[in-house]
């Protein structure tokens, strides 16, 4: 969950690694440091605290080279100190590394190297002396020879002020990528630190070590032998990190959702034959014939996704599917078999759950589709099929153009395998897809007026609890909706399926609890009226999410945030718009860090 950034080349590295670490800092972490080699030897800084508070040092004393190594740590192994902040260095000060992970066989290994002098509490260090142990002469070989005695999750960056031309990568469950560039290498835990620097990437595989020169980056495995890099260019541009004159990344992401959403149907949508077209996606008609059921596996805002495109597979492909929490799915007895399909859904691609979960499902001949916005990350390589989403980089740390574009892939392709598996026919998918291009206008119309949402966000910012309720397809935008309040307002809300509502959070309504009812036009409407009832009639406020035109919802409710009209399949893409700008306009209402929630990390690679 920590950041990492490394640099060999030609230019000044100090303002390419504080560069680095700002555009890291959404991964949520408590001190920060950097080292620099001097032509000479290795200067560190490191303070805990913000990146800020190591900015103002550097910018007193700053350092210059162009080898060097940046890092944000969250803590796992020592306090929150500066002794403990990365990088660390070897006993003699030549070899510098930053990790991101934990070695778990910290204690036996430190326990053998104890006439080292040890600086810090973190298992981190270890790597440092142990390196130190190794190194003969030969960089490499003693990066790998003692990569092969560690236990763990790491993704590891190791300098050596003998051989200031090189840097080394080590990664076992950790995100690693290296940027290639004709005079200069990088490499970083998340592939936009990158991207001011260069747009070729490639990966760190798992189990492998990576040298980095001027010149270019090889990759060995564990026994030393060379083996094949696989490079992409990234198709987005560095100003997807800039946040474009809106006050905040996640402003600005809620709005991309117009186009975000327009770019997942872009090309897909086969209109003479009435298919869904996903480019190389790896699994073909006939695995999907052969699917006598789905489990989605998936964590917190991805889990919401599972739950919308749960009803849209059951709808169109009419298979059962489980939509199972990936924390615990992982350590059940799920009985996947080879006729089991999971849907493994994860923004980063790097969700250490959903990567667990994934691997158990291979292990017991399960096929596995990802759907991910991130290319080379661990879920992506480790499946059999990917969806990959449009929605470009996301910085905010509460998801919101990833969340509608996870949902619009699940649902395209509940409704493909519904074609696939001949339950629906042509003429059925054409309507679908008519009805798919109408979701970018609805999103556009609810961004142009938020007065009402602004109202309501100011009426109940001092609100003491929420409950969102919702059925069937937007039982997920109820989720949703009160994760977004929670995360970034630090309000209590809940989401709740509204049949349930009566079977306990009823004896809740009082004059304190507002209750979103997510109440647009379909199938479950008019329960979703009788459920609002209930609450009314006990006199507890009520906020709506209704449909354009509907003259009943604003008798019952004290405030409507309206959408227009879509398809009830598509509903849950719209609805969660106006709920995400009421937990938006409500976390700015009470000064909250919008982008940076207190507690929480974007990738979350830990259990
Ligand atoms: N386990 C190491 C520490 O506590 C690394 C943590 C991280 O990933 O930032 O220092």
Wanted: glycine fraction near 8%; hydrophobic fraction near 40%; include cysteine.
């Amino acid at each position: 969950m920590c950041g990492i950034i490394g640099y060999v080349g030609t230019k000044e590295v100090l303002p390419i690694l504080m560069g680095g670490l700002r555009l890291l800092e959404y991964r949520g972490y408590d001190s920060a440091g950097v080292v620099v080699f001097d032509g000479k030897r290795f200067r560190v800084e490191k303070a805990p605290g913000k990146l800020q508070v190591l900015a103002s040092r550097v910018a007193r004393k700053p350092l210059e080279g162009t080898l060097g190594l940046g890092h944000t740590r969250w803590a796992t192994h020592g306090g929150v100190t500066e002794a403990n902040a990365h990088p660390h260095l070897s006993c003699d000060e030549r070899i510098a590394i930053v990790h991101n992970g934990i070695i778990e066989n910290y204690v036996e290994l430190k326990k053998r190297l104890r006439r080292h002098k040890f600086r810090s509490e973190t298992d981190t260090e270890i790597v440092a002396h142990l390196v130190e142990e190794k190194y003969s002469g030969d960089p490499r070989a003693a990066v790998l020879a003692a990569v092969r005695e560690l236990r763990g999750a790491y993704a590891l960056v190791i300098a050596f002020a003998r051989h200031p031309d090189r840097l080394y990568g080590a990664r076992l469950n950790a995100p690693l990528v290296v940027g290639l560039d004709s005079t200069e290498s990088l490499l970083a835990s998340d592939l936009h630190a990158l991207l001011p620097h260069t747009r070729r990437v490639a990966p760190v595989e798992e189990g492998r070590v990576v040298e980095l020169t001027r010149a270019g980056v090889r990759s060995f495995d564990l026994d030393g032998r060379e083996q094949p890099l696989k490079p992409f260019e990234v198709e987005w541009s560095a100003e997807a990190a800039e946040k474009s004159g809106y006050s905040h990344f996640m402003l600005k992401e809620i709005h991309e959702q117009a186009d975000t959403t327009a770019q997942e149907l872009q090309g897909r949508l086969d209109r003479a034959r009435n298919e869904v077209v996903f480019e190389d996606l790896g699994l073909d008609r006939a695995d999907f014939r052969r699917v006598r059921r789905v489990v989605i596996a998936a964590c917190g805002t991805s889990w919401h996704a599972g739950t919308a495109t749960k009803y849209g597979i059951e709808e169109f492909a009419r298979l059962p599917v489980d939509c199972a929490l990936a924390s615990e799915l992982r350590y059940g007895d799920y009985p996947f078999d080879r006729h089991t399909l999971m849907l493994a859904f994860s923004q980063s691609g790097e969700t250490a759950d959903t990567l667990a979960a994934v691997r158990m499902a291979r292990e017991a001949g399960a096929k596995v589709l990802a759907i991910t916005n991130i290319r080379g990350s661990s879920i992506a390589r480790e499946s059999d099929a990917v969806v990959y989403m449009r929605a470009r980089l996301e910085v905010g740390v509460a998801a919101t153009k990833t969340y509608t574009s996870q949902m619009m892939c699940g649902l395209l392709l509940g409704m493909q395998m519904g074609r696939w598996r001949g339950m629906i026919t042509g003429a059925h998918m054409g309507v679908l897809m008519k009805t798919a291009l109408q979701v970018p206008g609805a999103i556009q119309r609810v961004l142009e007026d938020v007065a009402e949402i602004k109202r309501v966000a100011e009426r109940f910012k001092k609100g003491y609890d929420f409950m969102y309720i919702g059925r069937r397809y937007n039982l997920a935008t109820a989720y949703e909706g009160a994760l977004k309040m929670k995360e970034i307002s630090y309000l209590h809300a809940e989401g709740y399926g509204a049949g349930e509502m009566k079977h306990g959070p009823l004896a809740l309504v009082d004059d304190h609890l507002t209750t979103l009812a997510i109440a647009p036009q379909g199938r479950v409407y008019e329960k979703m009226v009788s459920n609002i009832q209930q609450v009314a009639s006990r006199k507890g406020h009520v906020v709506s999410v209704g449909t354009d035109g509907d003259a009943l919802l604003p008798t019952m409710s004290e405030h409507v945030l309206w959408i227009p009209a879509v398809a009830e399949v598509w509903s849950p893409v719209v609805s969660v718009v106006p709920l995400q700008l009421l937990a938006y306009y409500t976390a700015v209402a009470l000064g909250r860090d919008v982008d940076q929630p207190r507690n929480l990390a974007k990738s979350v690679t830990v259990e």
